[in-house]
């Protein structure tokens, strides 16, 4: 009750307060949140320059589109010639040109790649993380780099004052959470000391938290400190009713403190505006020049200095995030505010440090291995001190040297600093314009950055990165305005899951394509080679059959594939790169195989179909059996793209029920199709014999059996390249 009043009353115990001084000469001017127009201003002018560009998926998307649409035309050109020059009708050929052009140009790929990416985001809604722009999705799968903010991502934000520093002794602090059940103990037994006032009144008044119901209204260091001072005994609601600001320096993470300003009454009963300040020890240590110590208030010389530093060290050595408390008297009279009210403390009376514990998330660290196993390098950016935040991610796993800022400031060279990140693990005290910086960095070098915040000022880094992670709990407005993606638990492990689901999404993205693609260029090339021979009339397919197959087959089953599940080792294959194709080189390939096997196949039961030879729209058997056989490819086919390696054979085929579903629908319209003599004259189909049913389903399974030899030899050849040593996934190698 003695604590409670004394703070209340404004007194002190300590052996001689602050002494006042008068204020330099200065203007009048009227005060309000001092400099935050220009820091808004300057916040502005870098959201607007940090503009993102298109993803990945865009760019590959963009040049595979004109690239198949190149080579339909081409085709298209060819065969309606040959056609021509044999004295096909020009409206049969007209028809089935346009037919051909929808059947080889994958027209359905904008819709799907919509389609997956909008399931990806579904699925991603539900594990806490929601994606603004539908395009991102994939790009996170191809992420090298996440820049994460330490408080509320990697720790659990619920900060608990641990240790205190003041007039040269330690004292501990009991308690968890935001209860303001707890004491405040000396580690030598003896009582506490009588300046504990100056700090704990400090903590009441130079803080905006509230305390409700255990639980903290408002930032949670300041939660913390407003605990801490009930816990010493004081009224923090009636001291803040009874000791209104007369001004105030709002926080700002380029000054890293914030400063009250309340009429007071000093130890020798004059009449004074007392300053108590709160933030980075090391930016109150240069702006003071005195301490409370044992014997009273001393002076900040070299040895205080050094006694100070080595208290901060031992406390950030344990984890903790270190906040100093000061105070600052200047006589009430004529007392008027400077433009900058920072100005004025240039003399700050350190009182105390306080140690505060913010435990990691136990899921962060499991998080952090999984990317560091998926080739994903991650790096905290933080306000903290280095030392307190290197503490928490050698925790955490976080390889690399915990640096400041400023010590990046002194790298002018953007190749030499993302050079120099390599070896970070840890950037502390940095400003806007750093993590900037840093993004454009390693941006400039190829990687795809994501970055974390939930402030104003980190609201342009967000803007830039190829994916701004704004949390969802804690996160502005403008942050969340500016990010890509909103958590909405603020916990590092959900961008871990959104990762992973970004790399599932890229890859049902890529069966889908060379599902699509491989019935392209396997109509291409039935086509062109049937016009070339003659065959069939030059005309292998009716228009009818040739958008049966493009819009039945390449409908449903082929959109089965965006629901596909994320494969198990998703998050232990290296990012893909981002400048990467779609259809690379070894992708490519397998199209060409796949679409050889279903034209040859194809082209093959024309030839040797029991009846007569095809004629241009004539219902034969053997034109028939080579519709219902390019059906087949495709059936398995779709299976056939599920997996790089992975034989169909398995256990994750099963997985996907819809694939199944569609699939046998489309089978079993084939054979309304087929069997149905009033559909006969429609389709230009016959009916098929019970043999002949099999015989399409046996050599449209080729291309089945074809894929599972290659799967066989491209296992044997990860193994034997994991036997000499390389770590490269064989799954990249295959890709």
């Not at 870098?46 to 993803?55: E, N, R, V």
Request: proline content about 5%.
């Amino acid at each position: 009750g003695g604590r409670r009043g004394a703070a209340r009353g404004g007194g002190s115990r300590a052996g001689g307060g602050a002494p006042s001084r008068p204020p330099p000469p200065r203007g009048e001017v009227t005060v309000t949140a001092t400099g935050m127009s220009t820091e808004t201003g300057r916040i502005a002018d870098m959201l607007h320059s940090a503009k993102p560009g298109p993803t990945p998926l865009q760019r590959q998307i963009d040049t595979l589109s004109r690239t198949l649409a190149l080579i339909a035309g081409l085709v298209i050109a060819l065969v309606f010639v040959l056609g021509l020059v044999r004295g096909q009708d020009f409206g049969d050929l007209f028809i089935s040109a346009v037919s051909l052009a929808v059947a080889a140009i994958p027209e359905g790929l904008p819709a799907v790649v919509a389609f997956t990416l909008a399931m990806g985001t579904g699925r991603m809604a539900k594990k806490g993380a929601i994606v603004k722009k539908l395009a991102s999705v994939e790009t996170l799968g191809s992420t090298t780099q996440i820049c994460t903010d330490k408080t509320g991502t990697l720790t659990l934000n619920q900060m608990t004052a641990r240790e205190m520093l003041l007039a040269g002794r330690r004292l501990t602090l009991s308690g968890e959470g935001y209860s303001s059940e707890g004491r405040i103990r000396t580690t030598d037994g003896q009582p506490l000391p009588q300046t504990l006032d100056h700090s704990l009144t400090a903590m009441g008044l130079c803080t905006d938290a509230v305390i409700r119901d255990g639980e903290v209204v408002g930032d949670p260091t300041e939660g913390a400190l407003v605990v801490l001072a009930e816990k010493g005994g004081i009224d923090v609601t009636g001291l803040r009713q009874e000791r209104p600001r007369r001004l105030e320096v709002p926080f700002d993470s380029d000054y890293k403190f914030m400063a009250t300003f309340h009429d007071w009454t000093d130890e020798s009963g004059r009449a004074v505006v007392r300053c108590f300040v709160k933030g980075a020890p090391d930016v109150l240590a240069d702006r003071a020049d005195r301490l409370v110590g044992e014997e009273g208030i001393l002076p900040f010389d070299d040895a205080a200095r050094r006694r100070f530093d080595e208290g901060n060290a031992s406390l950030a050595e344990q984890g903790m995030r270190v906040m100093a408390l000061g105070m600052e008297d200047f006589p009430a009279d004529g007392f008027q505010a400077p433009q900058d009210p920072k100005d004025l403390l240039d003399r700050i009376v350190l009182t105390a440090m306080v140690g505060i514990v913010d435990p990691p998330r136990p899921e962060a660290r499991t998080a952090i291995a999984e990317c560091i196993d998926a080739g994903i390098r991650v790096r905290m950016i933080t306000g903290d001190h280095a030392v307190t935040a290197g503490a928490i991610a050698r925790e955490l796993g976080i390889p690399g040297a915990a640096v400041t800022g400023a010590e990046l400031d002194r790298i002018d060279d953007e190749t030499a600093l993302a050079e120099r990140l390599d070896e970070v693990g840890v950037v502390a005290r940095v400003s806007p314009e750093h993590k900037i910086r840093i993004v454009r960095a390693l941006q400039d070098r190829g990687d795809v950055v994501a970055m974390t915040g939930d402030g104003v000022n980190d609201a342009p880094a967000l803007r830039k990165a190829d994916i701004g992670v704004a949390m969802g709990v804690t996160g502005t407005e403008v942050t969340k305005e500016a990010g890509t993606m909103v958590l909405t638990d603020d916990n590092f492990a959900t961008i871990v899951s959104a990762v992973r689901e970004g790399r599932g999404i890229y890859d049902n993205i890529v069966k889908f394509t060379r599902f699509q693609v491989s019935t392209a260029l396997g109509f291409v090339a039935t086509f062109l080679i049937a016009s070339l021979t003659g065959l069939a009339g030059g005309a292998p397919f009716t228009a009818l059959q040739i958008l049966f197959v493009n819009l039945v087959m390449d409908g449903p089953p082929a959109m089965s594939l965006g629901v596909d599940p994320v494969s198990p080792d998703a998050m232990k294959r290296k990012p893909r790169p981002a400048d990467e194709r779609i259809l690379s080189r070894q992708r490519l390939t397998r199209i060409l195989l796949a679409s050889t096997v279903m034209a040859a196949g194809t082209l093959a039961v024309l030839i040797w179909a029991p009846g007569p030879e095809p004629k241009l729209g004539e219902a034969t058997v053997a034109g028939t059996m080579a519709f219902v056989t390019f059906v087949f490819f495709q059936v398995f086919n779709l299976l056939n793209v599920r997996h790089d390696t992975r034989s169909v054979f398995s256990r994750e085929t099963l997985q996907n029920t819809s694939a199944f579903v569609a699939t046998g629908a489309v089978i079993a319209l084939l054979i309304v199709i087929v069997e149905t003599d009033a559909l006969h004259g429609f389709f230009t189909t016959i009916d098929l014999t019970p043999g002949q049913w099999l015989a399409c389903a046996a050599v449209g399974s080729a291309i089945l059996w074809t894929g599972e030899v290659l799967k066989t030899v491209l296992r044997a050849r990860a193994r034997r390249t994991r036997g000499t040593g390389s770590q490269q996934p064989a799954s990249r190698q295959t890709a």
